[in-house]
């Protein structure tokens, strides 16, 4: 894919391995983008410096873990010791598990659990609580929402960049709604409403 017949690396070859090591870094994280989210390094979000130490016993007892990270880290090994023997002593005799050494790899293959009936207790509390929520309009969410934090100011019409139009927080909420819904701005148009036509959406 990379190397042509006459060993000359092509350059769409290598941007599309490129492309697909460079994706599968991303998601075990072993490349990170700076500023990102869902990419970034994970341990920038963690407590650094003068704010870790005053809060690191505190985090500790949170957590149960004792203060010396050798002491964890032992207590962690005797733990996945004990399971690891557990499973082994038992794999040969668990008939949901199954190991196939067929192929050029071995590959493990478990069952999946059978789901268990809801009890009726949990019925009851279920409709109890869907009883005591009224039935709203996501639209009429947003809208809500909108009017608490302002967030519909941070958009501007596409073709009136220096001024505000008409009622822009319903032609928001309404294209927000079609774009995470995936049902396409078809059932929210309405010609008579000004800020759901067509062409304000």
Known sequence: LVINKEKHITRRGYTLCFLSKLQASLRRRD???TGSNRWGDPRARLLQGADWQANRIK????LGHPTDP???IK???HQ???RYRQVAARLCENEAVELDVSGPKPRLTISPLASLDEPD???RLSKMISDLLPPVDLTELLLEINAHTGFADEFFHASEASARVDDLPVSISAVLMAEACNIGLEPLIRSNVPALTRHRL
């Open 59 to 62: 985090v500790y007892r949170s």
């Open 70 to 72: 050798q002491e964890a």
């Open 80 to 82: 996945l010791d004990s």
């Open 121 to 123: 207790s949990l019925k």
């Open 31 to 33: 490349v990170y983008v």
């Open 75 to 77: 207590s962690l090994g």
